[in-house]
T-cell receptor, first 108, second 116 residues
Framework: GIQVEQSPPDLILQEGANSTLRCNFSDSVNNLQWFHQNPWGQLINLFYIPSGTKQNGRLSATTVATERYSLLYISSSQTTDSGVYFCAVTYNNNDMRFGAGTRLTVKP | NAGVMQNPRHLVRRRGQEARLRCSPMKGHSHVYWYRQLPEEGLKFMVYLQKENIIDESGMPKERFSAEFPKEGPSILRIQQVVRGDSAAYFC??????????????FGEGSRLTVL
């Protein structure tokens, strides 16, 4: 099955800083999502982005499917951005494969 | 808010008891998925169901675990004779079309099972 690797595993930022999270995957995908798991454990949809670029406020994402990676950009980070960011992918399959996540801590 | 609804949010069971977790998908979604998250890990697929049918249970342990999605009512994940290793967060998700057809997943808030 598809392998998903996320980097970095941990990231500590000061409030206001920018960051880039990366998701590499081992095979072709036609479905890719980014999620934020907040400190209360809730999974929040950030982007559905099997290809191309999308922006939503301070967050944006780019997927280059041909090179098998996706990037999540967080600008002007806030303490409420803390949590774990997951990338999940699949290809013509109902088994969505999750990476191990990037744990982000934003300090005031 | 017609999001994915899961209950209970927290469940404590003693070894050997049964756990039942319920999930109502988003309005208009007929595709339901169950995932398990162990502490400090990502989510692992367990089972995919449509109304009255199990489509893919390749991620489900062969024993003690079962899932259903009846014609009426929520989807239920059932764990019989629970053991400490079953302690985890169980997430339900739904989609308007199958993931295999590039559907988008929407998750509930999860049910956290603790086995004493």
């Amino acid at each position: 099955g598809i392998q998903v690797e996320q980097s970095p595993p941990d990231l500590i930022l000061q409030e206001g800083a920018n960051s880039t999270l990366r998701c590499n995957f081992s095979d072709s995908v036609n479905n890719l999502q980014w999620f934020h798991q907040n400190p209360w454990g809730q999974l929040i949809n950030l982007f559905y982005i099997p290809s191309g670029t999308k922006q939503n406020g301070r967050l944006s994402a780019t997927t280059v499917a041909t090179e098998r990676y996706s990037l999540l950009y967080i600008s002007s980070s806030q303490t409420t951005d803390s949590g774990v960011y997951f990338c999940a992918v699949t290809y013509n399959n109902n088994d969505m494969r999750f990476g191990a996540g990037t744990r982000l801590t934003v300090k005031p | 808010n017609a999001g994915v609804m899961q209950n209970p949010r927290h469940l404590v069971r003693r070894r050997g008891q049964e756990a039942r977790l319920r999930c109502s998908p988003m309005k208009g979604h007929s595709h339901v998925y169950w995932y398990r998250q162990l502490p400090e890990e990502g989510l692992k697929f367990m089972v995919y169901l449509q109304k009255e049918n199990i489509i893919d249970e390749s991620g489900m342990p062969k024993e003690r675990f079962s899932a259903e999605f009846p014609k009426e009512g929520p989807s239920i994940l059932r764990i019989q004779q629970v053991v400490r290793g079953d302690s985890a967060a169980y997430f339900c998700a739904s989609s308007p079309i199958p993931l295999a057809n590039t559907g988008e997943l929407f998750f509930g808030e999860g049910s956290r099972l603790t086995v004493l």
